[in-house]
């Protein structure tokens, strides 16, 4: 009988984005680094609570209250939602952190939480709160991550992906925000 070989681990890798085009895309930011974007949402009520957003050709985001916030809970509600839009941002960046450090990643997950209250009531003759009292007071983002790299490694590519995140700064930073009625 021969020797039995040595167990191996396999390895599934996750879809790979495009490195040579994530390249380009850093070139062109180092070129024109006062870049900007702009993102279009539009958001209609069907009634109580419950929204439609519609963003580009895909279906709309639904968002809603729960019951007990006097909504039909048949979606996330809004907070639920800016957790989900932060994940998704943090996501991102991690998987191109990793792609421009050449790291294969076999996994990722991203467990968001963040403390939240409405003792205000929406404005609605709820406690006087000041803006900076309200909205979320704390968020924690706890990372699984797994790949072709030490644990260090990774751990430095989910925090430079961190300080790099457009939600997460928007989050963290003043932002310059208007409202109004339409035209």
């Known amino acids: 009988m021969s020797a039995s070989a040595a167990p191996q681990t396999v390895s599934t890798y996750l879809r790979p984005i495009n490195r040579d085009g994530l390249m380009q895309f850093a070139e062109k930011g180092r070129c024109n680094p006062g870049s900007r974007g702009t993102n279009k949402v539009h958001t ?5 609570y419950r929204t439609l957003s519609y963003v580009g050709d895909h279906q709309p985001v639904v968002v809603d209250e729960p019951l007990h916030l006097f909504g039909e809970n048949t979606a996330p509600a809004p907070g639920e939602i800016v957790l989900s839009a932060l994940g ?3 996501a991102v960046g991690i998987t191109a952190v990793a792609t421009w450090k050449q790291v294969r990643l076999s996994r990722l997950e991203l467990h968001l939480e963040g403390d939240i209250g409405n003792p205000a009531a929406w ?6 709160k000041l803006p900076a009292e309200m909205g979320f007071q704390e968020i924690r983002v706890a ?6 790299a030490s644990r260090e490694e990774l751990d430095a590519i989910v925090q430079h992906a961190n300080v790099f995140s457009p939600v997460a700064n928007s989050m963290r930073n003043p932002i310059a925000f208007k409202i109004g009625l339409a035209a």
Do not use: R
């Open 44 to 48: 209609v009520v069907e009634g109580q």
């Open 88 to 90: 998704g941002c943090l």
């Open 123 to 128: 404005g609605a003759g709820g406690a006087e």
């Open 143 to 148: 990372v699984t991550i797994e790949g072709n």
